[in-house]
């Protein structure tokens, strides 16, 4: 089931690819259709899962690849994977709707679109170093294409810069992959054997030159400061289905990377490293707001905001380390929070990156200055624009509060100086509501007179993405009571 | 005892492609300009018949041959079977280019006595024999890159030549000099005999002997001639000298490590050679203009990622294995990207490529796998065989090489991308008087298709790359 799940748009993929004749109507509405399949399958899978056992996985496949070096096919889902891969789904099916529209060769972007899903499916299944590392890589490469594909501006510069730093991150976490093999006994790149084993428990320095290296590269994908300078110009470059799934998809690879790598498989250097993350990630959180507060541009203001949201993930792993006394619960609600939070931020960034292409596809500028009193002409886009405003900032009844109520609840308790991170949600607060302001109020000038209102392709691909915020929002315990299970887990693993 | 014996019939690939060459040679001077695509046929066959002996003795156990000087094992198995293979890929790519050319007969001939020189290279276990491999695997090289007749195609011939003479004789005065010391020539001696002997006087001769191979592979000090050679030869030519020679130069460098007593720090010094061609080849292959000449440069890093497993041989249970895997992988990748430049014989500068994604898409697409595919880009196989050669760098205690290794590949990423976005940058005709120019892409269709089912094939050996594993182990 799973295999499917991650193959079948690959597969598609590959069938665009093999027909140059498929007109361009049939081909964006079969990616639309093996989208919405794939949806269907995810949703199958949630309907049917049961939270595993203790270092087991659901809907578990293995199959021998490498044995040379102790690497498999080995895939399956927990309540660490299981919400993202299903927001994963949703956020390709949404981009699908949303270019319903698009004219530039959509053909080949579908079949790249299909091939990065699978990418993204596959990593966040795997449950193997190996495997989750060439999931990992080829995500890089797919997005390389779409920036300098179908990116605007300087497209060409900014997808080489994402290459080149992201790559980066890659190879360091490449090196840590190996250096975690080479510790293991016997040799192996499971992780599932790599948690129970901790192979490099106890040795404080090769723990952490290991975990320095693990972390270094997934920081630079999620992005955290001070790795965060590729992100701003590759969103403002990207076409926009490609910045939703780069800020809703791909950054969550860095986050998951924390849970599913770092923190199981080496507790040791990573409660001895915990105060670095935390105060990486305030530091984030703070930056990242101001940074984007200061932004006249509100692609790059919305990549910011991202630095942000990150931060508050990074905080909460990072809170989730510190072990002391009874506060494991408390411990336990960061690391749910966190994972809230990635899957509310794919939602809600995803959907505020798809709103932001509306203003480049109608008036071909980002710049906020630029427009004012939009609203009048274009209500339906102000409206959910706003609604994802005031998601993104935190606000009750969407998903984005209950990630970062928990969030907060969880480290505070854990480590109350985290509190200070609280002023990132009142700078978000404000840099949303003066964008709003400039764009939507006062009269309509600039660039908004004769600007068109949401077409329905992109009125449903962004309006089902703001409802799932709101459904999350309000009725958080479906998602809450697949997540909270894999945090304790999780919780108990790094308090090893 | 049978290692003693000649047993020739062990060496029938070998023999099958020095008498195939010969056939090639003479028959070529009795054939019409318009018919020599027949020895291109008869040295396909050769080739073919070599390799399938190769596979099928390639289950038996090791052997020895030629009173004990030349080992036919897996190892042999591997680079005979990859040689014949990427030789027939070389014979591809020129009937594109030199079909019908003067001089077509002879370069086949050349390329088989080569292939030769290069088995006897990798299945040598006596340092004589390692000199008879090297110099029959020079010779023919001499000849083939100033076959072109071309003023930088003889400029090159020169330098190789003069480069393989010094290192050739190089070469010799190591071999002399651990005969001096040793008494011996043979490999399973020479293991017994050098802990004894004088430790700088053996240190001099492998230093030597290690000069020539490195020449031979093209890795640093020996690698002036690849970028010039790469640059100046004929478009499958090229292909060839910067692929099939390393294999067999590689493994002899394997083998020798591998006898080398602990007198000396032999690791340490390989290593740094690895670093140093690995380093060298990607710094100076970044600003160059010439594909070919870039590619020329990148083979010379990739030497560099093959010295890794030869400075941990015998220190690793994994160095043998991922010497092979990255051999094949290495083989076939270079060869697919090589296809796509002789394919497009006119692109001779990476903003020629410019707008080539769209009008030759699936060519596009190989040169990308291809070159994603030498940075060592998952699925492929070269990216196995850089995970499994930082694995046995580490497992051996050379941490430090397995980083240098990736930092390398951080350092390739770019000049492989700088040929990558051309392909890919779709301006308007205005700014792009060269590529509107060429509206229709003329592609040579035999190039074309080599290279595409390269590409695939570095995906499917990437892939599969666990069954290959389990073949050379």
Not at chain 1, 292 to 316: C, E, P
Not at chain 1, 356 to 369: E, I, T
Not at chain 2, 116 to 143: N, Q, R
Request: overall charge negative; proline content about 5%.
């Amino acid at each position: 089931m799973l295999s499917l799940i991650v193959f079948l748009p690959l597969a598609a993929a590959l069938a665009l690819v093999l027909a140059p004749r498929l007109g361009d109507t049939a081909a964006r509405w079969s990616w639309v259709a093996v989208a919405g399949v794939d949806l269907a399958l995810v949703v199958a899978v949630w309907w049917q899962y049961e939270t595993p056992a203790e270092e087991q996985l659901a809907f578990e496949q293995r199959a021998e690849w490498m044995p040379g070096v102790n690497s498999s096919y080995h895939i399956g889902v927990d309540g660490l994977s299981l919400p993202l891969i299903a927001m994963t789904a949703v956020i390709f099916l949404a981009c699908a709707v949303y270019a319903l529209r698009d004219t530039n060769r959509p053909r080949l972007q579908a079949a790249l679109f299909l091939f990065l899903q699978s990418v993204s499916m596959g990593l966040f299944v795997s449950a193997d170093l190996i495997l989750f590392f060439v999931f990992f890589d080829l995500s890089i490469v797919a997005m390389y294409f779409v920036i300098a594909g179908w990116g605007h501006g300087d497209a060409a510069r900014s997808a080489l810069k994402f290459f080149l730093y992201t790559f980066l991150g890659s190879l360091a976490l490449l090196v840590g992959f190996i250096g975690l093999y080479i510790a293991a006994d016997p040799h192996t790149f499971d992780m599932v054997e790599l948690s129970e084993q901790t192979p490099l428990d106890g040795s404080s320095l090769a723990g952490g030159l290991v975990l320095a290296a693990i972390l270094i590269g997934l920081a630079v994908k999620t992005p955290t400061v001070p790795f965060h300078t590729w992100l701003p110009p590759a969103h403002t470059d990207a076409p926009a289905v490609g910045s939703a799934v780069l800020a809703g998809v791909l950054l969550k690879m860095g986050t998951y990377g924390f849970v599913r790598i770092a923190m199981p498989m080496l507790p040791d250097a990573w409660r001895a490293w915990a105060w670095v993350v935390i105060v990486v990630g305030i530091v984030s959180v703070i930056y990242g707001a101001l940074v984007a507060l200061a932004q006249t541009d509100l692609k790059r203001m919305i990549a910011y905001t991202s630095v942000n949201h990150m931060g508050y993930i990074a905080l909460a792993v990072g809170a989730a380390g510190l072990v002391a006394g009874d506060t494991a619960g408390a411990r336990s609600i960061a690391v749910t929070g966190a994972v809230t939070q990635m899957v509310s931020h794919g939602l809600i960034t995803g959907a505020l990156f798809l709103l932001a292409g509306v203003l480049n596809d109608r008036a071909d500028s980002y710049d906020m200055d630029a427009y004012g009193g939009l609203a009048a002409p274009a209500p339906r886009f102000a409206a959910l624009f706003a609604l994802g405003a005031f998601a993104s900032l935190g606000l009750p009844g969407f998903s984005g509060f209950i990630a970062e109520f928990q969030i907060f609840t969880g480290s505070i308790a854990a480590a109350p100086a985290t509190a200070i991170a609280v002023v990132g949600i009142l700078i978000t607060a404000a840099l949303f509501l003066r964008a709003l302001q400039r764009i939507f109020t006062g009269h309509t000038r600039g660039k908004s007179t004769g600007f068109g209102d949401l077409h329905p392709a992109e009125l449903w691909s962004v309006g089902s993405l703001l409802l799932l915020s709101v459904l999350i929002g309000v009725f958080p315990r479906p998602l809450l009571d697949v997540i909270e299970p894999a945090s304790e887990v999780l919780i108990d693993l790094v308090g090893r | 005892m049978g290692a003693m014996e000649m047993r020739p019939l062990l060496l029938l690939p070998e023999i099958i492609l020095f008498l195939g060459g010969l056939i090639v040679l003479i028959g070529g001077s009795f054939l019409a300009r318009d018919r020599q695509w027949v020895t291109r046929v008869v040295a396909a066959m050769a080739l073919l018949a070599a390799a399938t002996v190769a596979a099928v003795s390639f289950a038996g156990p090791a052997e020895m041959a030629m009173e004990g000087t030349f080992t036919v094992d897996v190892t042999t198995g591997v680079a005979r079977i990859v040689a014949a293979l990427g030789t027939i890929i070389v014979l591809a790519l020129a009937s594109d280019e030199i079909d019908g050319s003067p001089r077509e007969s002879e370069t086949y001939a050349l390329m088989l006595f080569a292939t030769t020189g290069t088995l006897i290279l990798a299945g040598a276990d006596d340092l004589l024999v390692v000199t008879v491999g090297f110099l029959l695997a020079s010779i023919p090289l001499y000849g083939l890159i100033g076959i072109a007749r071309t003023p930088q195609a003889a400029e090159a011939a020169m330098k190789t030549y003069l480069m393989g003479a010094l290192f050739g004789i190089l070469l010799l005065t190591g071999v002399t000099i651990l005969y001096g010391v040793t008494a011996t020539t043979s490999y399973p001696d020479l293991t017994d005999r050098l802990a004894d002997a004088p430790a700088r006087a053996v240190a001099a001769g492998v230093v030597a002997v290690l000069a020539g191979l490195m020449f031979k592979a093209g890795g640093v000090p020996g690698h002036f001639w690849v970028p010039d050679a790469a640059q100046g030869a004929g478009g499958a030519v090229a292909a060839y000298l910067t692929t099939i020679p390393k294999i067999g130069a590689v493994i002899a460098a394997y083998r020798l490590v591998a006898i080398l007593p602990e007198t000396f720090a032999w690791p340490l010094l390989v290593g740094l050679l690895a670093l140093a061609s690995m380093t060298l080849g990607n710094l100076a292959a970044y600003w160059q203009s010439d594909p070919r000449r870039l590619l020329g440069w990148s083979t010379v890093s990739q030497v560099g990622y093959l010295l890794v497993p030869v400075a941990v041989a015998g220190r690793s249970d994994l160095a043998l294995p991922s010497l092979l895997l990255y051999l094949t992988g290495y083989t076939v990748t270079n060869m697919s990207a090589f296809a796509v430049t002789t394919s497009l014989p006119e692109c001779r500068n990476l903003n020629a490529y410019r707008g080539m994604g769209r009008a030759r898409p699936a060519l596009g697409v190989s040169l990308a796998v291809a070159l994603l595919g030498l940075i060592g880009t998952p699925p492929t196989i070269i990216f196995v065989g850089k995970v499994t050669i930082a694995a046995a760098a580490w497992e051996a205690g050379d941490a430090w090489l397995a980083i240098a290794v990736f930092l390398n590949t951080l350092l390739s990423l770019f000049y492989h991308l700088r040929w990558i976005a051309p392909v890919y940058r779709f301006g308007s005709a205005s700014e792009d008087a060269d590529a509107a120019e060429r509206v229709t892409w003329p592609a040579k269709p035999v190039s074309a298709s080599t290279a595409a089912t390269t590409a695939v094939l570095t995906v499917l050996l990437g892939v599969g790359s666990g069954v290959i594993w389990q073949l050379v182990t």
